[in-house]
């Protein structure tokens, strides 16, 4: 059986360059190795919907902003299927019958929910829909038979959510659905990259990002003001590399290639970093060539956006056909799931 991708992203914000690096630019290499049979990316808007309820307008609109950060950064529509969450109504009704087969104390454990609802306030009011929120992406992974969900760090419980429900299901009914695999970023600055304020998560609610739609010169003022290694006073001392943002972010973005062109003057990353350790390198020669690195990167994916921003139409035109796709494919998993629950009485 060919191997199946489903990610996607939730329109609470433009896309950042911490998505760029954890999962986006992963699927754009994936997309274009020709290694998978299909490639499904789901603009998670009901998701979004379970923490913003009161602000339906937010989400509206940024379904377009991550429509164009996809499409910017490589995402292609004859490749990959792009498509929005909430037109495909076999997912909610997926939904509703994977939640009885998972407990209560099951959805408390699981920690990326944990750490949100506090991110959140939620507290003692968390929405119930927020809750299940890991149910409704397992129906998400599984509707579409996806046996890979390349993703950040903090997906990881949830794909093992998906996994259990998975096993329950087939279990109790018969071998149905297909178990998938997280693929999480190779490098270890991608995983969870930081924002520009230092804290262990660049994040849409937190304010501390880079966008993919950032001007130039937006990006030389972020990274300037990035936080270094504190006790690295003057160029003469020695400095600190690890959990150091300015270097974390050049783990994250700097190719060889960049130093030939950018800063002949090292051959790569670690002979920049070794000379940091040993004293004599100013953070703002560091800076500079971060920030170098970083509009090389991010200047293909301006042009292109500048390119779709012009025809919104035809954007909204390619997430209509990826939706119809979705829900074809859907449809026939909710018919396998109904058949083997043996609830297709008609
Ligand atoms: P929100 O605050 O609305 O939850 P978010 O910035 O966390 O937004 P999501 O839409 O939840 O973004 O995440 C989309 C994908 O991007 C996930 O695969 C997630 O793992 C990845 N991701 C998000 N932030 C980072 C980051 N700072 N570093 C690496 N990967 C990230
Ligand atoms: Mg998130």
């Given at each position: 059986m060919g191997k199946i991708i489903l990610t996607g992203d939730r329109p609470t914000g433009k896309l950042h360059v911490g998505h760029y690096v954890g999962s986006l630019r992963r699927r754009v290499e994936l997309q274009n190795?020709?290694?998978?049979?299909k490639i499904y990316i789901m603009i998670a808007d009901t998701q979004a919907l379970t923490d913003n309820a009161e602000n339906p307008e937010k989400i509206r609109q940024n379904i377009i902003e991550v429509a164009l950060d996809y499409l910017s950064a490589g995402l292609d529509p004859e490749k990959s299927i792009l498509f929005i969450?909430?037109?495909?109504?076999q997912l909610t009704e997926l939904t509703m019958f994977y939640m009885?087969?998972?407990?209560v104390s099951r959805l408390q454990r699981n920690p990326t929910v944990k750490s949100e609802i506090q991110m959140r306030n939620f507290?003692?009011?968390?929405?119930v829909g927020f809750y299940c929120y890991p149910i409704s992406q397992a129906s998400d992974i599984t509707a579409f038979k996806a046996t890979t969900v390349p993703a950040g760090e903090d997906q990881e419980p949830m794909v093992e959510q998906t996994r259990e429900i998975v096993r329950k299901f087939n279990s109790v009914y018969g071998e149905t659905l297909v178990e998938p695999e997280i693929l999480l970023p190779d490098n270890d600055a991608c995983l969870r990259l930081p924002g520009t304020?230092?804290?262990a998560k660049m994040s849409k609610s937190l304010g501390n990002c880079i966008y993919l739609s950032e001007t130039a010169d937006e990006v030389k003022k972020k990274v300037m003001s990035m936080y270094t290694d504190?006790?690295?006073?003057?160029?003469e001392d020695p400095g600190k590399v690890e959990g150091n943002t300015v270097f974390t972010y050049l783990d994250a973005f700097c190719k060889d290639e960049y130093f030939e062109e950018f800063?002949?003057?090292?051959?790569?990353l670690d002979e920049l970093k070794a000379h940091y350790r040993r004293g004599g390198l100013g953070d703002v020669k560091v800076k500079k060539f971060l920030i170098k690195v970083l509009n090389a990167e991010l200047e293909p994916i301006r042009k292109r956006r500048a390119e779709y921003e012009k025809d919104i139409a035809y954007v909204y035109e390619i997430l209509k056909k990826g939706s119809e796709t979705a829900r074809e494919v859907a449809q026939k998993t909710l018919d396998d799931v109904k058949a083997a629950m043996k609830i297709n009485y008609f």
């Open positions: 190795s020709g290694e998978f049979e969450q909430s037109q495909v109504p009885n087969l998972v407990t507290e003692t009011s968390i929405p304020d230092g804290k504190p006790d690295h006073l003057r160029v800063l002949p003057d090292y051959a790569n």
